[in-house]
């Protein structure tokens, strides 16, 4: 089961050397898993990374390249799509623009509106069997779209990507508030976080260091839990994106975290929350920290 996942939503603009340089540091710190999106930057970023593997070929089979596919960025709408034939599409022009044979893992990026399962189930059979993908998942969709798809699906819906941060968590949060009046009991996951655990689709958990708009990490908008990330930092020896991580991977429903930095030095950082243990008593600590109250 992963633990972390590199995220290269930002790489558009680095250097070869800088790509290899950030898949060797992840590589060192036992993370080989590697996040992309046809819409980022454009398709840029996949491109980019095709470029560092072809200069290395050795390390494709080091890594699982994950990509996802389904939002339509285009002059004339923007719109998501789910259809077959635009997905299977989009498998065949991301793993183009990566110069690489197969897609180890591809995750549909958002639920269309007009989804059909079966048609979906469809392009999912065709890129299995056609070995241009190994595993499927999504990302942005809830527990019964999950469920929907995959009393059509053969393969197994094995990833579910969702944002779930100290600042963003819903999903966990209602669980404790069950039944309850307040804004926190209002039922935003649909069941989400249940339905994963239950059927083994790990939980991919985007923007793991974003607040409102930027990294919640030193904003002095939320003094009580920068103040507590930095006594824990430095009661555990690391930064405190370790903490924020750790948090995350304190979860039972084995949590995977993606990374979104492009720094090196910051990957060997976060890479050290996979041998902390918060106690629970710190784990509650950091979600009060936000606010928040148990009923």
């Given at each position: 089961m992963d633990r972390f996942i590199q995220g290269c939503m930002r790489i558009k603009d680095m250097t070869t050397a800088q790509i290899r340089e950030l898949i060797d540091a992840n590589l060192a710190n036992d993370i080989n898993v590697f996040?992309?999106?046809d819409i980022y930057g454009g398709g840029e970023c996949e491109s980019a990374f095709g470029k560092a593997l072809k200069e290395?070929?050795?390390?494709?089979?080091?890594?699982?390249?994950?990509?996802?596919?389904?939002?339509?960025?285009?002059?004339?709408?923007?719109?998501?799509?789910?259809?077959?034939?635009?997905?299977?599409?989009?498998?065949h022009k991301s793993a183009k623009r990566l110069g690489v044979e197969k897609?180890?893992?591809?995750?549909?990026?958002?639920?269309?509106?007009?989804f059909n399962p079966d048609e979906t189930a469809k392009a999912f059979d065709k890129l299995h069997s056609e070995g241009l993908v190994?595993?499927?998942?999504?990302?942005?969709?809830?527990?019964?779209?999950?469920?929907?798809?995959?009393?059509?699906c053969k393969q197994k819906i094995k990833y579910n990507q969702v944002r779930v941060s100290i600042y963003h968590c819903p999903m966990i949060e209602y669980g404790m508030n069950y039944n309850r009046f307040n804004d926190a009991g209002v039922n935003r996951d649909g069941g989400t976080l249940d339905y994963c655990r239950l059927n083994g689709v790990q939980i991919q958990c985007y923007s793991p260091y974003k607040g409102k708009k930027k990294?919640?990490?030193?904003?002095?908008?939320?003094?009580?839990?920068?103040?507590?990330?930095?006594?824990?930092?430095?009661?555990?020896?690391?930064?405190?994106?370790?903490?924020?991580?750790?948090?995350?991977l304190k979860h039972p429903a084995g949590f995977a975290v993606i990374n979104g930095t492009i720094r090196p030095e910051r990957v060997e950082q976060i890479a050290k929350a996979k041998d902390i243990n918060l106690t629970r008593g710190e784990w509650y600590e950091l979600y009060h920290s936000m606010g928040r109250v148990l009923p």
């Open positions: 996040d992309h999106a290395a070929p050795q390390l494709r089979d080091k890594i699982i390249i994950q990509t996802k596919g389904g939002i339509v960025k285009d002059l004339s709408c923007h719109r998501y799509d789910n259809s077959a034939n635009y997905l299977i599409d989009c498998v897609i180890d893992r591809f995750l549909i990026h958002r639920p269309d509106a007009l190994d595993e499927f998942g999504v990302s942005n969709f809830s527990g019964s779209q999950i469920a929907l798809l995959s009393v059509s990294s919640f990490i030193s904003d002095l908008r939320y003094p009580k839990l920068n103040n507590l990330l930095k006594d824990l930092s430095f009661k555990y020896e690391v930064a405190p994106n370790a903490i924020a991580a750790a948090w995350l």
